[in-house]
């Protein structure tokens, strides 16, 4: 039987190291930059993705709350319907052209220039509970004074879109029809003004409007025929202009911000560099031992020390620190003497002090927590004063 061959030792290279001790240090000190570039590019992988839109605003066409629209919007897109959502009154104005539709949700922000401006636009108006943009848009109709509560309401008028609805669950002021171009639809209950939830108003271009934005909101577009008359009412056109104004529409095409006019992959980069220069801030930064207590060459005595704190705050005039300081020790020396806690409050300190020096409350609120001196004079009064309060209470 053969001896075994004897192991094959690995080369040793000139410096004394072998092939696998120099990959291993080698591991060793790139394995940081490594983990790093891994960091970045898994942070610019995510910083990539595409985020879901979603806001908070009423009625609008990314808000998934009981409040927004989004619902409404999603059926209008499916059926073909191209949506453009804008927030100032010039995108809207300048999107809204002949064979569009414009829906304004909210007037009660708009100035009476941006309201002329969305009344001259050539496109059809949807207005939203339009308390100031109806009688720029049109004079056929105008609002019923008085609000009626949110009911189920039968159509009882002759426009198609109504009557395919045939019932509406809306509430509101309403609408008042002044002239034959002029349709109004679904009354109250009971109401013998002949005001309606919706308007229509047909001319050069179509006018409606809805007396109650509930009626588009994601809570309510499935009740009643809320769906079927508002797919209606915003589907006529292929573009529909979803305005929803904001607290901050001027009215007047704003600058576009900083971060508009970079490429979209700037803020990316961005943030990947701050957590590049984070990371090697924390990997190279200096670190700090353990604390060593070091013996002073000399000992100073508390007395020298407080006299110093003194010369300093008289060099410095600070008459406010050093009265405080000398406030704070009568206060903690006296609340021990009476018995008082640390964090006993300031009316139990003057209370304690009244009772055992016989002064009145305001007295000793005057001295422990009143105005700091001014002046020398000021600061040396108060300190022999205080030295008085002191010593009347260590007498009883």
Do not use: K
Request: charged share 20%.
């Amino acid at each position: 039987m053969s001896a075994p061959a004897p192991a094959v030792a690995a080369p040793v290279i000139g410096d004394g190291t072998t092939g696998r001790s120099r990959a291993i240090s080698r591991w060793r000190r790139a394995r940081w930059p490594l983990a790093l570039v891994a960091i970045v590019l898994v942070v610019g992988l995510l910083a990539a993705l595409p985020s879901p839109r979603t806001s908070t605003a009423a009625l609008a066409p990314d808000n998934a709350s009981a409040n927004g629209a989004r619902a409404l919007a999603e059926v209008l897109r499916e059926q073909g319907v191209e949506i453009s959502y804008v927030r100032t009154s010039a995108e809207a104005t300048e999107l809204a052209a002949r064979g569009t539709t414009l829906l304004v949700t909210n007037d009660s922000t708009l100035t009476d220039d941006q309201l002329e401006q969305i009344a001259g636009t050539e496109a059809d108006l949807v207005l939203v509970d339009p308390v100031f943009a109806l009688p720029p848009a049109t004079s056929a109709a105008e609002t019923a004074p008085g609000y009626e509560p949110e009911q189920v309401r039968e159509a009882l008028c002759g426009d198609t879109d109504a009557l395919a609805a045939g019932t509406l669950l809306s509430g509101g002021s309403g609408f008042v029809a002044l002239d034959g171009q002029a349709t109004v639809c679904f009354p109250a209950t009971g109401d013998a003004s002949g005001a309606g939830a919706y308007l229509v108003v047909e001319g050069e271009r179509r006018v409606t409007a809805f007396a109650n934005g509930s009626v588009l909101t994601n809570a309510s577009i499935t009740a009643e025929g809320n769906a079927a008359l508002a797919l209606r009412a915003l589907g006529r056109n292929d573009h529909l202009v979803w305005y929803v104004p904001s607290l901050s529409d001027s009215g007047e095409a704003a600058s576009p911000p900083l971060g508009d006019l970079l490429p979209p992959w700037a803020r990316a980069l961005g943030l990947q560099l701050l957590l590049v220069a984070a990371v090697a801030g924390v990997w190279r930064a200096r670190r700090l031992g353990r604390v060593v207590v070091e013996p002073l060459p000399v000992t100073v005595r508390s007395g020298e020390a407080t006299r110093g704190r003194g010369r300093l705050y008289r060099r410095s005039r600070s008459y406010g620190h050093a009265a405080a300081a000398l406030r704070a020790g009568v206060a903690t020396r006296t609340s021990a003497q009476l018995g008082l806690p640390r964090s006993a409050p300031a009316p139990a300190v003057i209370d304690a002090l009244a009772r055992a020096t016989g002064r009145t409350p305001d007295d000793v609120a005057a001295l422990l927590y009143g105005p700091p001196p001014t002046d020398d004079n000021g600061l040396a009064l108060l300190a022999r004063t205080l030295d008085e309060l002191e010593s009347e209470v260590h007498r009883t």
